[in-house]
């Protein structure tokens, strides 16, 4: 089947949440943020994909992409038992609105995610363009339960020690995790940290304001119309790639069912 690759590892965090990597074709180009289609061979013969926001930046060699597990989901069901050495099925025709291209200039970058959401920014994090655009970059994920925010923890972690952009990060990649149903350090959704000002009074940062912040936006639908809501009271305006503004949303984002 063309447009094959091979599965080159797999990490399950946890009964719901894996990552997996895979080979790159040698052509492909994307903008971190980007996402493409991927899945398995059907019964029929006929491939079953889904958009999947490329979680590795745009300079890996391989590509790792972050997803939920749906027991009974005609793609997940079976894709969440892929081992390595495995081929999948990936179309190699980029898109998606959360570029840096969609923003006009700034001087902080707030990247809000729920749960897998958190993909496209696990790419823009390890991107070098990222911290030549903005002086600060905020990442706020909430999830239900602590185990759920792992995958993003440890990739922020790990970025200290990243040869080639952990000067660039140092100080200037702020990480917000918060839980909404298992207590922990800091809770709560991200809309109401927002509004509420305490995340801006935790990081000790102005509160958002057009002049100065843009944002990006990667949840489920109702996450993304809550947050496009604060962003837009806080005098914000949706902008897209062939019209920068302050903040973007991506609307292929798939959730539950897949």
């Known amino acids: 089947m063309p447009d094959t690759q091979t599965v080159t590892s797999v990490t399950h965090w946890t009964d719901r949440l894996f990552s997996f990597r895979c080979t790159r074709p040698a052509s492909l180009r994307f903008r971190s943020g980007e996402f493409v289609m991927i ?4 019964e029929n013969g006929k491939p079953l994909l889904r958009a999947y926001s490329i979680a590795s930046p745009n300079w890996d060699d391989e590509l790792e992409f972050y997803s939920i597990k749906v027991p ?10 892929i081992r390595v050495g495995d081929p999948i099925v990936l179309r190699p025709k980029p898109v998606g609105t959360l570029v840096h291209d969609a923003l006009l ?9 729920t749960g897998t959401g958190l993909a496209p ?11 030549e655009r903005f002086g600060t970059v905020v990442l706020m994920h ?8 792992e995958y993003g923890r440890r990739l922020v972690e790990s ?16 990480y917000y ?14 809309t109401d940290n927002l509004t509420s000002g305490k995340v801006f009074a935790d990081l000790g940062l102005p509160a958002m304001t057009p002049g100065t912040d843009r944002a990006m936006i990667c949840g489920s639908l109702a996450f ?14 949706e902008g897209a790639n062939s019209e920068p503004r302050e903040f973007v949303v991506e609307k292929a984002f798939v959730g539950d069912g897949i």
């Open 121 to 131: 920014f696990a790419s823009l994090i390890r991107d070098p363009e990222t911290y």
């Open 159 to 174: 970025l200290k020690d990243d040869p080639l952009i952990g000067e660039m990060v140092e100080g200037r990649l702020l």
């Open 224 to 237: 993304n119309l809550d947050v496009k809501a604060v962003l837009e009271g806080l005098g914000l305006n």
């Open 177 to 190: 995790p918060t839980t909404t149903r298992e207590a922990s350090p800091r809770m709560g959704r991200i």
């Open 72 to 81: 009974d989901g005609p793609l997940t069901s079976r894709l969440q038992h």
């Open 39 to 42: 899945g398995l061979a059907g």
């Open 105 to 113: 200039p700034g001087e902080r970058l707030w990247l809000l995610a």
């Open 142 to 149: 909430t999830c239900r339960e602590a185990s759920e925010l």
